[in-house]
């Protein structure tokens, strides 16, 4: 079957340390991945994408990997800071089937001061 | 520039009805998709729309059909609504249909069925 996984329902981290946030999939093959950050009532903000052969995306203090042989996707925030404290969402692209994006559950990060 | 817009914010309706969102896409985007996040899980893709023509389908019932306009504005209906239709339903524009764009996303509307 097929199944996004992120890690932990949510992640609290020190501020100023790196979090990492995963992405795991299986049976899915997609040509882009995405994440996004969604703040609680508010629409999903979006932050990178990366494409299925490229390693690695950087912006600013965010970083994304992306391993196809492993099928997953690690999102990294360096120097994090309480404002990046936020519900951070992946999204594979299933354009392939004709169904846009899939969006995995999603990790609330808490960035404590 | 004004970002994804969508109406109304806030909407309450009772089993078996209807109910018609709207979007506004960013000026100059001609996709619009259609998700449904319910509380703590991901948006669920629902539609997508690219130049007017449906792109994607997501397993949503018949009872879910939308559509888009010659301004690439889109209307998402829903009919015989269910209580499990209670959720955040949110509106996507992307400057093309392809996965390749990132997507804007509007604020959402709240949808309670009671």
């Known amino acids: 079957s097929q199944k996004i996984e992120q890690n932990s329902e949510a992640l609290n981290i020190q501020e100023g340390k790196t979090a990492t946030l995963t992405c795991n999939y299986t049976?899915?093959?997609?040509?882009?991945l995405q994440w996004y950050r969604q703040d609680p009532g508010r629409g999903p903000v979006f932050l990178l994408l990366?494409?299925?052969?490229?390693k690695e995306k950087r912006k600013e203090r965010l970083k994304v990997t992306f391993d196809t042989t492993l099928k997953q996707s690690l999102f990294h925030i360096t120097a994090s800071q309480p404002a990046d404290s936020a519900t951070y969402l992946c999204?594979?692209?299933?354009?392939?089937?004709?169904?846009?994006?899939?969006f995995g559950p999603g990790t609330r990060l808490s960035v404590l001061p | 520039d004004a970002g994804v817009t969508q109406s109304p914010t806030h909407l309450i309706k009772t089993r078996g009805q209807q109910v018609t969102l709207r979007c506004s896409p960013i000026?100059?985007?001609?996709?619009v998709s259609w998700y449904q996040q319910v509380l703590g899980q991901g948006p669920q893709f629902i539609f997508q729309?690219?130049?007017?023509?449906?792109?994607g389908r997501g397993n949503f019932p018949d009872r879910f059909s939308a559509r888009q306009f010659p301004n690439y504005s889109s209307e998402l209906n829903v009919n015989a609504l269910l209580l499990g239709d209670s959720a955040l339903y949110l509106c996507?524009?992307?400057?093309?249909?392809?996965?390749?764009?990132?997507?804007?996303f509007g604020p959402g509307t709240r949808l309670t069925v009671t």
């Open positions: 996507a524009s992307s400057l093309v249909g392809d996965a390749s764009y990132e997507q804007y």
């Open positions: 990366i494409r299925e052969n490229e």
């Open positions: 000026s100059g985007h001609k996709s």
């Open positions: 729309y690219y130049e007017k023509e449906e792109r």
């Open positions: 049976n899915y093959s997609p040509a882009y």
């Open positions: 999204a594979l692209d299933r354009s392939y089937v004709g169904q846009n994006f899939v």
